[in-house]
């Protein structure tokens, strides 16, 4: 039997990485206030040091390694974000760190992950194919640190909810991009934890929402993954999900999906009237609010999962300009 992951396992993981991460900013959105009603706040995890969320799992989950794993080092499969995590975790570290991608990542974050030191292997055009080579070098002795489901990779993104309730302790709404599952079942079990009165609503794109999928279908299913601006949304749970599918059908309230033209609309919206520099997949909560899908959202928090968005592609966007997404991105669950 899987155990828990509970409050007890945040506190631990905020204090395991400790002033190896930043401590993100809750901003008030004038902007979104005045339009969607209520007290609307950006969690500006785009300000992370490697662009997203993604350092306090891959953080924690370094950490915990035992002398043997880290000697192996450790390799991992994604889609850029907690890839470009967890190369950033183990150099600091002094851990050997191979990330497996499909073709279909965006070559901005490919890119990224060998900045930090990594190695890089492409494989294949899904996230499954790239899964392969994954296990290959786990057959070989090296550590797999996946991208959402693994209990210390968890509980290190719940740290974020612990940030945003010393932040904001009156929230009443919380919005989360929601993919693979492991950002939002930590921060909804903490938020859950602090006051089961909080709404934990978690946003995804219509295209290939793999999460919200499952949760309809009361099991983990196979989703085809589909081109998406939402690209580190993509991809499936897993049929083997051992953690986020059950904790995001006990601790989130709702699902909502948002379309194309509503991402680029966020992205424009963040950029315009935010300042903010955001990719796809953490415009998706702004997207919610700007399309109506959120009634009431009181007092709310809007968690921005990531900056790590192709520059050449955010210009076209807040130039208005049609995005073919078939041609500009990839997929592969990340969040």
Known sequence: MTEKITLRDSYQARARIAG???????????????????????????????????????TNAVLSLSDEQRAAGVVGVSTGNHGRGLAYAAAQAGVRCIICMSELV??????????HGAEVRITGRSQDDAQVEVDRLVAEGMTM?????????????????????????????????????????????????????????????????????????GKPVQVEELPTLADSLGGGIGLDNAYTFEMTKAFVDDVVLVSEAEIAAAIRHAYFEERQVIEGSGSVGIAALLAGKIENP??????????????????????????????????????
């Not at 401590?23 to 004038?30: E, F, K, M, N, Q």
């Not at 965006?106 to 900045?115: C, D, F, L, M, Y």
């Open 145 to 217: 640190l996946p991208p959402f489901d693994h209990r210390d990779i968890i509980a290190g993104q719940s740290t974020v909810a612990l940030e945003m309730l010393e932040q904001a302790p009156d929230l009443e709404t919380v919005l989360v991009p929601l993919s693979g599952g492991g950002l939002i079942s930590g921060v909804a079990m903490v938020m859950k934890a602090a006051n089961p009165a909080i709404r934990v609503i978690g946003v995804s794109m219509e295209r290939g929402a793999a999460m919200y999928e499952c949760l309809q279908a």
């Open 20 to 58: 190896r991460i930043r401590r993100t900013a809750l901003v008030d959105s004038p902007s979104l206030s005045a339009r969607c009603g209520g007290q609307i706040a950006l969690k500006l995890e785009s300000s992370q040091i490697t662009g997203s969320f993604k350092l306090r799992g891959a």
């Open 298 to 335: 009181g007092r709310c928090a809007v968690l921005v999962s990531g900056q790590n968005i192709d520059m050449a592609l955010h210009k076209r966007i807040i130039d208005g300009e049609d995005v073919d997404v078939a041609a500009e991105t990839g997929g592969g669950a990340d969040a």
């Open 106 to 115: 965006p070559q901005n974050k490919v890119e990224g992950i060998k900045s």
